[in-house]
């Protein structure tokens, strides 16, 4: 894949009644090492996605309106609300099941699929459920920056990386320096931006490698999430729910 690649997420169907944008994998996009899956979910008050399994990866998921419930076969449940984080590691297996909270009307967030190296594919699975208000966040000039993992966050993980969210008011200016070696992309849930001189708008994504410098632009008010993480460089077989 050439550098700076813009992709306009697919609308497709998941669960029990729920729609997601689907950044990759496509056609494509396969995965973008060390990341597998990268969706925008929509859940109705009557969609869900009902008790499936999953190993071989962890899953994060960020919600930016409404809630959802998490259950699994371990005994963990949590309920998060919007701009809080929930985190599995599927490790070598997990059942859980994932619903909307009860009143809170159409729940939309996004879920990212970090993949495990192969020394770790049998680790085992464990679940942690992070408020918004323990998300580390900061004022910027016209905007706000939440660190969803990396520096001060309390989510674990298990692969380097960062995520952040950024929202921007109209011509304000954000800069970003990803890691040299390390994948890199942006994913805009809301409103439209300039990235080095590329438009992008809502529902798609750019995707960097070995770049020493992102300039983004708010060319209206805006919400983006930013995300970089260290390739294990590792054979990835992707087989629905499972991560060999």
Known sequence: ????????????????????????????????????????????????????????????????????????ILGNHGEVEALGVQRFTAGRGIVHSEMPGEGSGVSRGLQLWINLPHRLKHADPSYQCISAEEIPAKKVDGGSVRTITGPASPVKILTEMLYIDVCLDPQVFYE???????????????????INGQHIERGHAIFFSDHPKLLISAVER??????????????MYHNGPYVD
């Open 1 to 72: 894949m050439e550098n700076d690649t813009i992709i306009s997420a697919f609308e497709t169907s998941e669960g029990a009644g729920a729609r997601v944008l689907r950044a990759f994998p496509t056609r494509l996009i396969e995965d973008y090492d060390p990341f597998v899956l990268f969706d925008e979910f929509s859940l109705a008050p009557n969609a869900s996605f009902p008790p499936h399994p999953h190993r071989g990866f962890e899953a994060l998921t960020y919600m930016l309106e409404g809630s959802l419930r998490h259950q699994d």
């Open 222 to 235: 805006c919400g983006f999430v930013l995300l970089s993480g260290r390739p294990h460089g590792e054979p």
């Open 176 to 194: 970003a320096e990803p890691v040299c070696g390390w994948n890199t992309f942006v994913y805009v849930y809301k409103g439209k931006v300039d």
